[in-house]
């Protein structure tokens, strides 16, 4: 049973950062997609950013393109999220998911369906 652990989260101003991570247990094929997905009061969930185990694929949600940076660990087993310049739009919770990959469809990093296993999510708060 895959389960996931983030971590990270927090308060800070706009125009700060803050680095979220997500660290695995129960991983056993050869390839997952990995993503972090939000969601604020009122919205429904999105997805923030995506990566595969194997290689270089990533996707950016248009909003945080050029400020958020995903990345992974996998000796670790552990996925990351780098969030900076950040804006009081990105206040939200932050959710870490994976799924079991048997392609890598860089489109497919988003979208929450894809995906099977959820942390239970952790708040990120920017004040203006």
């Known amino acids: 049973q895959v389960q996931l652990v983030e971590s990270g989260g927090g308060s800070v101003k706009a125009g700060g950062s803050l680095r979220l991570s997500c660290t695995a247990s129960?991983?056993?094929?050869?390839?997952?997609?990995m993503g972090w997905f939000r969601q604020s009061r009122g919205k429904e969930r999105e997805g923030v950013a995506g990566?595969?185990?194997?290689?270089?694929?990533?996707a950016y949600a248009a909003s945080v393109k050029g400020r958020f940076t995903i990345s992974r660990d996998n000796a670790k087993n552990t996925l990351y999220l780098q969030m900076d310049s950040l804006k009081p739009e990105d206040t939200a919770m932050y959710y870490c998911?994976?799924?079991?990959?048997?392609?890598?469809?860089?489109?497919?990093?988003?979208?929450?369906?894809?995906?099977?296993?959820w942390g239970q999510g952790i708040q990120v708060t920017v004040s203006s």
């Open positions: 998911a994976t799924g079991e990959a048997n392609a890598k469809i860089t489109n497919w990093l988003l979208a929450s369906n894809k995906y099977s296993s």
């Open positions: 129960g991983l056993t094929s050869r390839q997952y997609r």
């Open positions: 990566i595969y185990t194997v290689g270089t694929y990533t």
